[in-house]
């Protein structure tokens, strides 16, 4: 097989992109200017949802001025403070009727104008750690409640241990109350210690045995040990009680599904969205679960889409659109048959085996899994209604990316790659691992291109790799973002996201389709070189602009080169330069999955040790700091 290569290019090779910060980019401030910064704050509540109640937030410096709060203004979905001191460090208090409250400390660099954006998310309370004093004759007395008081407020914050220390008074000064039993199990029960809380919550039960919330709390205690039929019986008296107890419908929905009994099932999952409503959404996917297992696809269909619709950013959203495509591509199931006995609310499911085709003529490609899936398929999540400023992103992205090429010559990094082809039944094959000692030139003397040389020692030859290909340059496809290149692509923001809790905008790229394409990345054959018509997303970093992550698929497959699937995925990571003042954002993991003619084939590249070379000096720097810490 000859060789190939497919590479990522700037003109005609590659090239790394380092960003500069914000800090390298400022002018100082005169002696004795003021140097007065902003913070920005964007509230959410979970899964990027705007909060539906009112926001109360302040701001109190920590480490010098004045002691009293700040107060923002509003400004679109967000809230600013103004005229903040720079080099101070902040301590922000976020809180909403119904929500835990929120504390941040937040650092405002020493630089004038600075500015900082942060995304806080509000979480629901807890309706059964919220306090209701007991009356009548198990009212409790003023020390215990107050301690039950603390434990709960302890509880609420994921502080167990303390929590556990308040409720233990409290039970000294009242063993007896079933309030301080419940609360004491439900301490446990939270922190997953289900064998210290089971004899808590029973014992709360045992005294008054009509408790909702305690029979709810044991039925969900019963339902995560597996134990079922318990926990049917015991939320069963739950809702007898209270009807609208919707958490009680919610669990013995779940509860019937694990018992394959589909129609009280639907029952109650009826009865917890009826109830519920949308604290009960996630209640449309038992819901489904049911109508399947009764055999109604369509409504299993129409609940799966009602609820991704609600929830449009759901983590497991994938997993639940391959589960909806199993049910709707299975085959019918028998009714169910009518008998008194209730295992005949069962539904006879019967699965008909599909009939098997004969062995293809060549090797089937894996899974879809294989490799991630397209940018277009799944929407980033991002915060609800946060304004995007899409030229100042840019701006701002590409100082960054022009920065670098201009001020950097040539830097080095070990290069620790591995490469493994995929096969039909997603084994792999023994990857093959290298590790060298990798260069980059820049050559900056074409004004209209960035012409890069890239060296590996010792040399990597593609006929030595799965496939006979070899991937090049990665990392020069944020050099999109440099003004060279950024004429070439229509760009897109999509919302106010996070990278490993950094508050980013992401925004989105493709080739224009009346434009050449851009050599930022191309195939090449002995014989031919094929243009890659690109498009990717970026996260790039709300306080600098700064390109943290970065994903790009092609626009097309490329059929003249047999190229059905190029999906690179790009993670930079923060170096100080300290001899210059300068943090750069190299690159210090990459991913390619390439399927090839008849290749599955995934590329995985890890640089560290990065020597850099500026103009007319050197400097050695180790690994990211950031990343040693997640080592």
Request: aromatic share 10%; charged share 20%; proline share 8%.
């Amino acid at each position: 097989m000859k060789p190939t290569l497919i590479r990522c290019l700037a003109g005609a090779l590659l090239v790394f992109c380092f960003s500069a910060p914000a800090l390298a980019q400022l002018p100082s401030a005169p002696l004795g200017a003021a140097r007065l910064g902003s913070i920005t704050i964007y509230v959410s509540g979970e899964y990027g949802k705007p909060l539906p109640v009112p926001v109360d937030m302040r701001l109190t410096p920590s480490i010098s001025g004045s002691l009293a709060p700040i107060f923002p203004r509003e400004i679109a979905r967000g809230w600013i403070f103004e005229n903040l001191e720079a080099g101070d460090t902040y301590d922000l208090d976020v809180e909403a009727k119904g929500y835990t409250t929120v504390h941040r400390s937040i650092m405002l660099p020493d630089v004038p104008g600075v500015s900082e954006s942060v995304i806080v998310y509000m979480k629901p309370i807890d309706e059964n750690l919220v306090f209701h004093a007991p009356s009548g004759q198990f009212a409790l007395p003023p020390k215990a409640q107050k301690e039950v008081q603390n434990g709960l407020k302890d509880f609420q914050s994921n502080k167990f241990s303390s929590g556990e220390k308040h409720l233990t008074k409290a039970l000294q000064v009242a063993p007896g109350n079933p309030y301080v039993n419940y609360v004491a199990g439900m301490g446990y029960l939270l922190n997953q210690q289900l064998a210290l809380a089971q004899p808590y919550l029973e014992k709360s039960v045992s005294i008054d045995s009509s408790q909702v919330a305690a029979l709810v709390a044991l039925g969900n205690l019963q339902f995560q040990k597996a134990n079922y039929a318990e926990a049917i019986r015991l939320l069963q008296k739950a809702v007898e009680i209270d009807p609208t107890s919707w958490k009680s419908q919610w669990i013995l929905a779940d509860c019937y599904l694990h018992e394959q009994i589909f129609q009280p099932a639907l029952d109650h999952a009826k009865q917890a969205l009826e109830v519920g409503k949308e604290k009960a959404s996630q209640v449309q996917l038992l819901l489904a679960q049911a109508y399947a297992g009764l055999g109604n696809r369509q409504a299993a269909k129409s609940a799966i889409d009602t609820f991704l619709e609600q929830n449009p950013h759901y983590p497991t959203a994938a997993a639940i659109r391959s589960w909806l495509a199993e049910v709707c591509a299975a085959p019918a199931a028998s009714p169910a048959v009518a008998s008194p006995h209730p295992a005949a609310e069962r539904a006879a499911v019967t699965v008909v085996p599909l009939p098997v085709a004969p062995a293809p003529p060549v090797e089937l490609p894996p899974k879809e899994d294989w490799a991630p899936k397209d940018i277009d398929a799944e929407t980033p999540f991002v915060i609800s209604g946060a304004f995007c400023a899409l030229p100042k992103v840019l701006d701002m992205a590409s100082r960054n990316a022009e920065k670098v090429v201009t001020d950097l010559q040539e830097f080095e990094a070990t290069e620790d790659s591995e490469i493994v082809e995929v096969k039909r039944n997603k084994s792999l094959e023994t990857p093959q691992a290298y590790k060298s000692r990798y260069m980059a030139l820049i050559d900056r003397s074409d004004p209209k291109a960035v012409q890069i040389q890239e060296l590996h020692n010792p040399p990597i030859a593609p006929s030595e790799l799965p496939g006979g290909i070899a991937d090049v340059g990665a990392p020069v496809l944020v050099l999109a973002f440099h003004p060279t290149y950024r004429q070439a692509f229509d760009w897109s923001c999509e919302g106010l996201g996070e990278w490993k809790d950094r508050p980013a905008w992401i925004v989105r790229f493709s080739q224009k389709p009346d434009r050449a394409t851009v050599l930022l990345s191309t195939f090449e054959t002995l014989t031919q070189r094929y243009p890659l018509p690109l498009k990717g997303r970026a996260w790039v970093a709300a306080n600098g602009g700064q390109i943290m992550h970065l994903e790009t698929d092609l626009v097309e497959p490329i059929k003249a080169a047999g190229i059905a699937k190029q999906h690179f995925i790009v993670d930079y990571a923060p170096v100080s330069f300290a001899s210059h003042k300068v943090t750069l954002w190299l690159p210090e993991n990459v991913n390619l999955f390439l399927q090839y003619q008849k290749h599955y084939l995934h590329y995985y590249h890890h640089y560290s040790d990065f020597t850099l070379f500026w103009v007319g000096t050197s400097q050695k720097i180790g690994q990211p700091k950031e990343a040693k810490k997640e080592n």
